[in-house]
């Protein structure tokens, strides 16, 4: 077994394990340190855990809770991957709901949390716009009202907490070259990252974390259309770590790539003219 951490923060841990086991390799008992939810991305494996037996496939998840022992076997299939979530007490109190059922030991693919494992995927490679930490609060949300069959009611901010949506919408534009997480922005406004995610969402329209993508990108076009600076340099200074990731959340985000949309702000309409035809 392999495992490495994608994200790390107080309230959420993002890791990635790959099993390697073949059928018929000898178990072994292991203990969950804390609460998590491991999203199977890939392969197939089977768990011993409080007496019960589950066999977990791809678009399964495996729940942890806090010091139970659990093992894990292969008796069908060689390995298989795992996207894990390990969370911090305080935000299983803020979620609410029973501890029981957090004891479940897996739940099956239900499409209500498969569409969830598969944006924290699509985050891990780094081909969505929302934070790993985001998908975390998200995920752990979902799995407590699906297992206790509690709907999720809407968030509807106080006025209190839309100034401090506000507030940190500005905080994060003012700060957008940084390397901020969830838990950074949560800080600067006074609240959990938990209850900032909600009322972020519900008061600014979109996460916190796309709202930084926004911000770095609307910093991106501004460059481009009034400087002659490389591309790759604007990349670095607005806060993207690599510069193929800004090439492709640029060109998502404008239709074209930075070079041609520098093209087009200094009057060669014809860039959106022909991509205009093409659609």
């Known amino acids: 077994m392999t495992a490495t951490i994608l994200f790390e923060s107080s309230p959420v ?3 990635e394990f790959r099993c390697a086991a073949v059928p018929g390799e000898r178990p072994y008992a292991e203990q969950y340190a804390g609460y998590s939810l491991s999203y199977v991305r890939k392969g197939s494996f089977g768990c011993h855990h409080r007496g019960r037996f589950f066999e977990l496939v791809t678009g399964a998840l495996l729940v942890g809770y806090p010091g139970d022992e659990f093992m894990c076997t292969h008796d069908h299939v060689c390995g298989d991957e795992c996207l894990s979530f390990s969370f911090d007490d305080s935000i299983i109190d803020e979620i609410g709901g029973s501890k029981q059922a957090w004891q479940a030991g897996a739940m099956p693919p239900l ?7 598969e ?3 699509a985050a891990a490679a780094r081909e969505q716009t929302l934070g790993l930490d985001e998908v975390g609060h998200l995920i752990a949300r979902r799995f407590v009202a699906t297992a206790t069959g509690r709907e999720e009611r809407p968030s509807k901010p106080s006025l209190r907490d839309r ?5 940190g919408a500005r905080w994060i534009d003012d700060n957008a070259e940084r390397d901020i997480d969830l838990a950074d922005a949560a800080r600067e406004a006074g609240v959990s990252p938990f209850h900032f995610l909600r009322l972020f969402a519900a008061t600014i329209g979109v996460t916190p974390h796309q709202y930084l993508i926004r911000a770095r990108l609307r910093r991106a076009a501004r460059r481009l259309s009034e400087e002659d600076t490389p591309v790759t340099e604007i990349a670095y200074d607005i806060g993207f770590a690599d510069l193929s990731n800004f090439t492709r959340t640029f060109t998502r985000a404008a239709g074209v790539s930075p070079l041609k949309f520098r093209k087009a702000s200094r009057g060669e309409r014809k860039i959106f003219q022909d991509r205009l035809r093409r659609h």
């Open 13 to 15: 841990t993002v890791s």
């Open 111 to 117: 499409p209500q949390l498969m569409v969830l494992g």
């Open 119 to 121: 944006l924290a995927q």
């Open 163 to 167: 100034r401090r949506a506000v507030d």
